[in-house]
């Protein structure tokens, strides 16, 4: 048993064993291992890749237009993801993601400053990766876990996932203070290429599964949606997540660096919002109920809204700070949520979950639209980063977010 499964257990007898139909599995408790070593090299080498970027370009079209590309061609990606997991398996796909992320960040190493001239071949390797690593690891979720135990593992993945952000960028902010300048940057991308190496080994740790339904549903999904409006309206929810989420993904470390302009500084800082998220994520792991969806997007809806709302007296640390971490407080109370509630709906879809890996996709097509259109809403509104309307603009995609509220149906799924 793993260190990161042992430390698991005594939590759960420390603070209480749940009922036994609520326990994790073994595959439940080596993928939130393998997720950890994963997201370890995402937080060194994703959060500052934009910053790359930005001290490379100090260009927001050039930041955004990497951004919406990645985005836009991500539904794509997934699509070709998902049939190949239906041919063979989820753990094939996962396996490719995590390889392809390891190759992208070794040319990032290995043409340095020239990233900035190729930044949008980049942005479509990076886009492959990602569409094969999410289809994949989305899908595990769902089979790892059910309806009895499932925001409970969301919780645990979510500390796994915050425990790894914050790691991180404390790692690749002492090695900002020790190496500083571009070079920095290219040591933190080689390590999180090692990051990248060990999960693709442990990932085989988790079991294959042999798929008896290897056909491929994902032309019926147009059909599927005019026939059942609720399945619509969960979609929708994500496209409404996705207005903000996509600004979200890359402008806060960026402003950090304006008011504060150390990598290693925002490293730190980093590690204060992981800290932040996962207190939230592990109180979910222990009080939250299904029944009260609608209650926790309501609250982090407004805690969103507050939270830009900051950023219309100045840009300053004080404020920046500020509205990070209120949004690191909502996003455990958001995203598993939605996730949770996601992943009732596709129980209750036809064929008994066999169109989990066609719903992974359009949710991604969903989700990333709205990513698309809220980072393009941020180039023509708010190109000036220093200006009020990218208050306004982060405002606009909080307010949205009370219209999640009313995508969540009120009765037949559990949730009030």
């Known amino acids: 048993m793993s260190l990161f499964a042992r430390t698991v257990e005594r939590l759960q007898l420390q603070f209480g064993s749940p009922d036994p139909e609520k326990r994790l599995s073994p595959d439940a408790k080596v ?14 080498s994703s959060v500052f890749l934009n910053l790359y970027l930005w001290r490379l370009t100090e260009s927001l079209f050039i930041n955004g237009m990497y951004y919406i590309i990645l985005y836009a061609l991500s539904p794509l990606f997934f699509a070709v993801a998902g049939k190949i997991a239906k041919m063979r398996d989820r753990m094939v796909v996962y396996r490719i993601g995590i390889a392809m992320y390891a190759v992208f960040f070794l040319l990032v190493v290995l043409t340095q400053e020239r990233v900035a001239d190729y930044y949008m071949l980049f942005a479509v390797m990076h886009s492959i990766s990602g569409a094969f690593y999410w289809t994949a690891y989305l899908t595990l979720m769902y089979d790892v876990s059910n309806d009895r135990n ?3 593992y969301l919780g645990f993945n979510s500390i796994a996932f915050m425990s790894a952000t914050l790691t991180g960028p404390v790692i690749a902010a002492f090695l900002f203070s020790q190496i500083g300048g571009l070079q920095g940057y ?40 005019r026939k059942n409006r609720d399945w619509l309206r969960c979609l929708t929810a994500f496209f409404l997540l996705g207005l903000l989420q996509g600004i979200m993904l890359f402008v806060p470390n960026i402003l950090l660096f304006l008011v504060v302009p150390r990598e290693d500084a925002v490293g730190y800082l980093g590690m204060l919002f992981s800290a932040a998220a996962i207190t939230v994520s592990y109180l979910l792991t222990r009080v ?4 009260r ?42 995203g598993n949520t939605l996730t949770s509630y996601m992943y009732r709906m596709i129980g209750q879809l036809p064929l008994q979950g066999q169109l989990r890996i066609e719903s992974m996709v359009m949710r991604e097509t969903f989700l990333n639209a709205g990513r698309v259109v809220s980072i393009t809403m941020l180039i023509v509104l708010a190109s000036d980063l220093a200006g009020s309307m990218l208050a306004w603009v982060l405002i606009g995609g909080s307010l949205m977010q009370f219209g999640v509220v009313w995508m969540i149906r009120k009765n037949g799924a559990g949730v009030s």
């Open 186 to 225: 290219v040591v933190v991308f080689g390590i999180a290429f090692v990051m990248y190496a060990l999960t693709a080994a442990l990932s085989f740790r988790i079991r294959t599964e042999s798929n008896a339904h290897k056909s491929y549903y994902l032309h019926l999904m147009p059909l599927l949606l």
């Open 31 to 44: 993928s939130l291992l393998v997720h950890f070593c994963f997201q370890i090299g995402a937080s060194m």
């Open 150 to 152: 499932r925001i409970r």
């Open 293 to 334: 969806a609608r209650t926790y997007v309501y609250r982090a809806a407004i805690g969103y809204t507050a939270g830009s709302a900051l950023l219309l007296f100045d840009l300053s640390v004080a404020t920046v700070i500020g509205f990070m971490l209120i949004h690191s407080l909502c996003n455990p109370l958001h």
């Open 288 to 291: 939250a109920r299904e029944e």
